[in-house]
């Protein structure tokens, strides 16, 4: 509405200007006929040879006007490529900008979700990494995503290690675990000898396993049970490294309320998870991440009441400590 923009009132005059040049120059080659006729009509040869010319010289007159057109089309396209180019770096900077400032929002949110395991072991991991004094752990074995995350695990074992040896004063680590029977239970359970054939043997992460510890295993399992039982090895042999670095490792009975890192009294991560039947194939284990005074405090309370709650097995230092 409201009229012709200057782009389009000059790009109307351009055109009108073409047709007139058009118009002229066929006029006068019209009168460059009539001349030519008084003075040449008795020779045919010459009409032959005007008629000729005459098409040569019309044939250029059209490719002259119609590279200028397109040579002003071309311009006209190269421009607009170049501002849509423009708006797309405008638009992909502002996309980056957007989701730079989502990922500093999500981390000042007191509690967030994390993700489901084992999407989440990255972000324990960091966690960890984080830990300047005190790290409490519950979960059902040592080697938490050893088997489906194997290479994140190796920098969540290798990360707990440097909090004990890499670190001046080292961080007091407290582990607290699923005893051997309710371990065994709990492999069980999450790999299924009905589904050995079929989701398990020769997949990709149980192949990686066997690779990861080949100087340990002389080949893959073919039977269910050395399988279940090679896994149970691995979490003995991971506890033994953390125990030689000096971390304090409990054993107790299954079931706990939940899964938790806890660092320095001021940050938590914690699962929910179902061990039901009917959850097999789907998502198991969710975990969220909180920074909120109340929930640290009560995480912090009910891990010290899981952990004092009865006699249990030490692996580590200080028998008797606690996790004070």
């Known amino acids: 509405m409201g009229g012709m923009t200057g ?11 073409k047709i007139w040049l058009k118009a002229i120059i066929a006029a006068a080659a019209v009168a460059l006929l009539g001349l030519w006729l008084d003075r040449y009509a008795a020779s045919v040869r010459g009409i032959t040879d005007f008629v000729l010319a005459l098409l040569a010289i019309g044939f250029a007159m059209y490719q002259f006007t119609d590279s200028a057109e397109l040579k002003e089309a071309s311009g006209e396209i190269s421009g607009t490529v170049k501002a849509v180019a423009k708006a797309s770096g405008e638009i992909s900077g502002t996309v980056k900008a957007v989701a730079k400032v989502s990922a500093e929002v999500r981390e000042m949110m007191p509690t967030r979700f ?16 984080r830990a300047s ?3 409490k752990i519950m979960a059902d074995v040592v080697g938490y995503g050893s088997y489906s ?5 190796h920098k969540y074992l290798v990360d707990l290690e440097n909090l004990r040896q890499g670190r001046q004063p080292s961080v007091d680590i407290y582990l607290l675990v699923f005893d051997q029977h309710s371990r065994e239970i709990v492999l069980r359970d ?4 009905e589904t050995w054939g079929k989701d398990i043997k020769g997949t990709d992460a149980f192949n990686r396993l066997f690779q990861l510890h080949s100087g340990r295993y002389v080949k893959a399992p073919d039977k269910y049970d050395d399988f279940i039982q090679i896994l149970g090895n691995n979490h003995d042999h991971y506890e033994r490294l953390l125990a030689d670095v000096g971390v304090i490792i409990k054993k107790r009975p299954s079931p706990f309320p ?9 940050e938590a991560m914690f699962s929910f998870f179902s061990r039901r039947p009917s959850t097999v194939g789907k998502i198991r284990e969710i975990t969220f991440s909180t920074k909120d005074g109340k929930l640290v405090e009560t995480f912090d309370c009910i891990f010290d009441e899981v952990w004092n709650s009865k006699p249990s097995d030490f692996i580590g230092p200080a028998a008797n400590e606690t996790t004070g």
Do not use: H, M, Y
Request: aromatic letters at 12%; proline letters at 2%; one cysteine or more.
């Open 149 to 153: 995350r194997a290479d994140k695990f």
């Open 7 to 17: 782009s389009s009132r000059g790009l109307t005059l351009r055109k009108k200007a």
């Open 133 to 135: 004094c005190k790290l």
């Open 190 to 193: 999450q790999f299924r000898e």
């Open 114 to 129: 994390v993700g489901a395991f084992p999407s989440n072991i990255e972000e324990i991991e960091r966690l960890v990494r």
């Open 258 to 266: 939940f899964f938790t890192w806890l660092r320095d009294d001021c």
